[in-house]
């Protein structure tokens, strides 16, 4: 009997061994970005509308609408954020932002960005340091090292760029330099960017809501000489 209770004990043994390599793997699964895909592209020259609807299809809710120049939304998260640059009502532009977060720091979020634009689109023709530059058919997509600049926080960008973004740009930066702006009281505050907000912590229970931030896109610089 002493026998028959030892050799199921042994093998009770080897069946837990066997098994427990396999539970390991699973319970350490390895970090990603928000989306296991590369953000997507949408159509250039649609209206603002027709943006929102798309960014919210894709679970990136719209937090501000500029009528006929931007539309800014971001995930529940805030890992995934986004602002639709848009002329006279039409699309011209489109900027994706991962903020460095408590798994991912920006450097690995640029990888990481960078390896699935790169196999989606093959090699890029330009690299530098934190910056990687493909020609697509109709779009210049450009991933990007963000760094912390203000009051915005280090991440990844993927930047799709469209026909007409960089003149709106330069007419943007050339009536902004050409518009005084009013006097700010000393006691108002900053208000903070959407694109390049950091990652909340968890709300504590009972906690207001955020505020929405906003944000300026930015322009093109980099690769110019090569484009």
């Not at 390991?24 to 296991?36: E, G, K, M, R, T």
């Not at 915005?152 to 026909?163: D, F, K, N, Q, S």
């Not at 505050?189 to 907000?197: E, F």
Request: charged share 20%.
């Amino acid at each position: 009997m002493t026998k028959h209770l030892l050799r199921f004990a042994a093998m009770g043994a080897a069946v837990i061994a066997l098994h427990a390599p396999a539970r390991a793997q699973v319970a350490a699964p390895a970090p990603v970005l928000a989306s296991d895909s590369l953000p997507a592209l949408l159509p250039w020259g649609i209206d603002a509308a027709a943006v929102s609807a798309a960014l919210e299809a894709r679970e990136l809710r719209v937090m501000l609408t500029r009528t006929g120049r931007e539309v800014h939304a971001a995930s529940p998260n805030r890992h995934l954020q986004a602002v639709a640059i848009l002329k006279s009502d039409s699309l011209v532009g489109l900027v994706y932002f991962h903020p460095e977060n408590a798994a991912l720091n920006a450097h690995d979020l640029f990888t990481q960005a960078s390896a699935r634009a790169e196999a989606v689109h093959g090699p890029p023709f330009c690299r530098r340091s934190g910056l990687a530059v493909w020609t697509l058919e109709n779009a210049r997509l450009e991933v990007r090292l963000r760094r912390s600049v203000g009051d915005g926080a280090p991440g990844a960008e993927v930047r799709y760029i469209g026909p007409g973004y960089a003149e709106e740009m330069a007419r943007r930066t050339t009536a902004r330099r050409s518009t005084p702006r009013p006097p700010v009281a000393a006691s108002s505050p900053s208000v903070p960017r959407l694109l390049g907000s950091p990652v909340p912590p968890p709300p504590a229970p009972e906690s207001a809501p955020a505020p929405t931030p906003v944000a300026e896109p930015p322009a093109p610089d980099a690769c110019a000489a090569t484009a």
